[in-house]
């Protein structure tokens, strides 16, 4: 406890994280216009803020990358990741907090935010985070400050501790009282808060407030307690020591007050920072990292400029670097750094260096992705830390408008995949397009944006093809004959196939029953490629699936048989023969689980059940109070669009992961629309 907690720890790295549209980018920007990093602060809507300056952000006015600025206060470097709110592009969020010695979480007294504030607040606590609460937009407040924090307690396992009490001025709050200063300030826009004297109802609120600060603080200091429980009043350094040693150790979340718009709350909010954030040293501790001396770095971001090559944004963790220095990478790979770049939004400057605790860009470093740790050492080092994107929820399937740009898509893919490991590309094997996997609608509206505007890229897009097939009921036996006279050698295929439905699930199995050399047995390869490319289109149109196939009998003639003929007349039989065999349409159906705020269950199995969903079960969400986990089987074509529709039922917090099931038949009116579609498609 007597260990001074405010000694200067080495330049700092912050995370402001918080959900959608809390106001995260304008407290970075009066931060940096605070510390004097900029003159003005900027505006989102004026698209002048040092954060969300990309284009894809400026047209949407929300975040939809981080963005990273740097600063300096009382002599102290900080470098300020700004988040995006939104759940479709939380993977940035999830790559660069392993990194961060602490995080800001904006928020509003917002209750219908409550579950995306339990998400992020989750994220922290697992990973082990000091954090802040920010509650920002205080001057539009309308609830006393206690119901505030009853309404976001149950968002945070562990308790929200008031750092400050909002002064009332009729139903206006025009500044605050900080509890462990015990002193009262009033607001000034766009300048620094002026110090007034506590005195009557401002004292007394100040008084029950602190005394229940000390309280939550003194679960976890047994000296504190006794002094509380014999009405001795604590050391205000012992009270400061508390705070700083239990939000490191996430006991606490304490809760700081403030507008961002206004500048309210800035510099007390930097000087908890300061005060009470752990270092670097602390910082990669957590993660595991060993004492070394030689550089040790970790990738939280990479970004491909248009006309600046490749960028890999990291923390240096320990240890020195110097621009030219080769790094190893715990993927195995290795690069020579080509540029140190200081990050200021969109302006970065050169640096000659970096040294632990910096938060820089490294340039070129071609093979190196992030998540990667990175060592100036002769060895590739450990990997300190394993970010899996979260499941794909929404697909679209892609071509290039113009075909000679088949290869620069693919390359402008591959470079979005690097930026952002989120976005999944597969090929469909079936319709050859290239298929987009990305955690929402927004989420690939801007990465179609990115490849037209920064890889000069215009692509097609379409809902993704639905994975149809189809099956037989009915056992045939159908001879398949080809038989060609051109002069010359001609060609000729005799075949009697037996052809059977299968159970749902078993595939194909081709056999033979053939005797006294009907068919000669170096055909009999040729006989079932032919069955194959039969299956391949069905009558109805699709792939033949759950058939087994039984060669019995033929005939060949000595001069003009040969594979080919044997594989075009097995592929006659069966094309002749399937549509006698009672062909029916299956379509894929999938296991859903969704997870979703429990108020929101009703309408989530409202909507499941308008797409065909059949509603297996619902439970609450371990260790999640106040979610529930909905289990369902569900059509693939119904699925489609799911993300949006659920989205919307609860307020961007909820999301879903599914599984491919089974095949089940589809008969009728709805299995005819299908058929004519993809004929007309076709």
């Not at 300020?80 to 979480?105: K, N, Q």
């Not at 009405?231 to 012992?238: F, G, K, L, V, Y």
């Amino acid at each position: 406890m007597g260990q001074d907690v405010r000694s200067p720890q080495g330049p700092r790295c912050i995370a402001l994280v918080g959900p959608f549209q809390s106001g995260k980018t304008t407290l970075l920007e009066a931060i940096l216009a605070r510390t004097g990093a900029i003159k003005n602060a900027g505006s989102v809507d004026a698209g002048t803020s040092v954060g969300d300056a990309t284009p894809e952000a400026r047209h949407h006015k929300m975040g939809v990358g981080l963005s990273a600025a740097t600063t300096t206060f009382m002599g102290d470097n900080y470098t300020f990741i700004d988040c995006p709110g939104s759940v479709e592009f939380a993977h940035d969020m999830r790559a660069a907090l392993p990194a961060v010695d602490a995080a800001v979480v904006v928020c509003e007294a917002d209750e219908k935010k409550l579950p995306q504030l339990q998400i992020i607040l989750r994220e922290l606590e697992d990973l082990g985070i000091p954090r802040f609460l920010f509650l920002n937009k205080i001057d539009r407040a309308n609830k006393r400050i206690r119901e505030t924090l009853a309404t976001l307690q149950p968002a945070s396992r562990v308790p929200l501790v008031l750092r400050q009490i909002p002064i009332w001025n009729g139903d206006l709050i025009e500044g605050f009282v900080d509890l462990a200063l015990e002193r009262a300030f009033v607001y000034r826009e766009h300048k620094p808060s002026e110090v007034i004297a506590l005195e009557g109802g401002n004292l007394d609120r100040e008084k029950e407030a602190r005394f229940s600060m000390l309280e939550k603080l003194a679960d976890h200091d047994d000296a504190l307690m006794e002094q509380l429980l014999e009405d001795i009043q604590p050391p205000r350094d012992a009270v400061f020591d508390d705070l700083a040693r239990e939000l490191r150790e996430g006991l606490i979340c304490p809760v700081l007050l403030g507008a961002a718009a206004r500048e309210n709350g800035v510099l007390r909010l930097m000087k908890a920072l300061r005060h009470e954030a752990p270092g670097v040293a602390e910082t990669a501790k957590r993660l595991g990292a060993s004492s070394q001396k030689d550089a040790l770095a970790y990738v939280f971001k990479t970004v491909h400029l248009q006309h600046g090559g490749k960028l890999s944004l990291v923390r240096l963790l320990a240890g020195h670097l110097d621009d030219g220095a080769t790094l190893q990478s715990s993927s195995g790979e290795a690069g020579r750094v080509s540029g140190i770049l200081a990050v200021n939004g969109a302006h970065d400057t050169k640096r000659p260096s970096a040294e632990a605790g910096d938060t820089v860009a490294l340039g070129k470093l071609d093979a190196i992705k992030t998540g990667d740790t990175l060592s100036g050492g002769k060895t590739a080092p450990s990997a300190l830390v394993q970010i899996a994107p979260a499941p794909p929820v929404l697909a679209m399937s892609l071509s290039a408008t113009d075909r000679k740009d088949d290869v620069k898509l693919g390359q402008a893919l591959l470079r979005l995949n690097e930026e952002d490991p989120s976005l999944t590309m597969i090929q469909n094997p079936r319709t050859h397009d290239i298929v987009l996997w990305g955690q929402g609608e927004m989420h690939l509206r801007v990465a179609l944006e990115r490849l037209r505007d920064r890889f000069g890229v215009n692509v097609k897009s379409q809902p993704p093809a639905i994975g149809y097939q189809e099956t037989i009921r009915k056992s045939i036996t159908q001879r398949g004959r080809h038989k060609k006279q051109s002069g010359g050698h001609g060609q000729f295929g005799d075949v009697v196939l037996e052809i059977k439905p299968m159970p749902r699930g078993t595939g194909f199995e081709f056999h033979e029953t053939v005797v006294g050399g009907a068919v000669p047995r170096n055909y009999i390869g040729a006989v079932e490629e032919g069955v194959v490319d039969g299956l391949a289109k069905g009558p109805l149109g699709f792939p033949v699936i759950d058939v087994q196939v039984t060669l019995t009998d033929g005939s060949y003639h000595s001069v003009d048989s040969s594979d080919l003929a044997f594989r075009t007349a097995a592929r006659i039989g069966m094309s002749e023969g399937l549509p006698q065999c009672q062909p029916v349409l299956l379509e894929p159906i999938h296991m859903v689980e969704i997870v979703c705020p429990s108020d929101a269950t009703a309408k989530i199995n409202a909507i499941l059940s308008a797409r065909r969903g059949q509603i297996l079960g619902f439970d609450t969400r371990e260790g999640w109070p106040g979610w529930d986990c909905v289990r369902a089987t569900m059509p693939e074509a119904e699925i489609g669009d799911l993300i949006v529709e659920l989205r919307s039922a609860t307020a961007g917090a909820g999301s879903f992961t599914r599984q491919f099931d089974r095949m089940a038949e589809v008969t009728g009116r709805a299995a005819d629309q299908i058929i004519a579609a993809h004929r007309v498609a076709a």
